[in-house]
């Protein structure tokens, strides 16, 4: 039963990786625009672009992390066939 539970909260292919990196962008910049009310002028801007610069990070190491796990399961299939 909580294998079950634990596949839910599984990233499996990069589309489901491509939804949760939307869903973090739309936060981000969300954030980023009240840090842009919240303090006027450069700092606020600061703020906003280091939201941005965070979900492209996250984004990248999210997507990397989805190919390097397809690329593993693939070669121990490989390596398992006879």
Do not use: C, N
Not at 1 to 16: A, H, P, Q, S
Not at 47 to 57: E, I, R, W
Not at 66 to 82: G, L
């Amino acid at each position: 039963m909580w294998k079950k539970v634990k596949r839910l909260f599984v990233i499996k292919t990069r589309f489901e990786a491509y939804l949760i990196i939307y869903a973090l962008a739309l936060g981000a910049m969300t954030r980023g625009a009240h840090y842009t009310t919240q303090y006027p002028g450069f700092g606020g801007y600061l703020l906003f672009a280091a939201t941005a610069g965070a979900v492209f990070l996250g984004g990248a190491k999210i997507l990397d992390a989805i190919r390097y796990e397809q690329e593993a399961a693939k070669a121990s299939d490989e390596a398992t066939d006879p």
